[in-house]
């Protein structure tokens, strides 16, 4: 079983916050620890990764629009709700 493959790169606890942070932020994680990521309405943040994300599990994603584009991932908040957010790569 080829971990690279299968891992889960990253399992963050999505919060809506109204006091987001308006500077780039560097996370640096890997299949072992969960970071959090703090998201505004109206903003779209970006998520880089080394390898092209496959797939994305967000627990309610009818409140977020999600979109690939090459090894990164955007995200951006449609409402005020919590979430947790599965991405494979």
Do not use: H
């Not at 493959?5 to 500077?23: D, H, Q, V």
Request: hydrophobic share 40%.
């Amino acid at each position: 079983m080829n971990l690279n493959k299968i891992m889960i790169l990253l399992f963050c606890i999505i919060s809506f916050n109204t006091f987001a942070r308006n500077e780039i932020r560097e996370v640096y994680t890997n299949d072992r620890t969960i970071k959090s990521i703090y998201l505004a309405l109206g903003r779209s943040t970006v998520l880089k990764f080394r390898e092209k994300p496959t797939n994305v599990v967000v627990g309610n994603k009818n409140y977020y629009n999600i979109e690939y584009i090459n090894n990164d991932l955007t995200i951006q908040p449609l409402g005020a709700v919590d979430t947790n957010l599965f991405i494979y790569t």
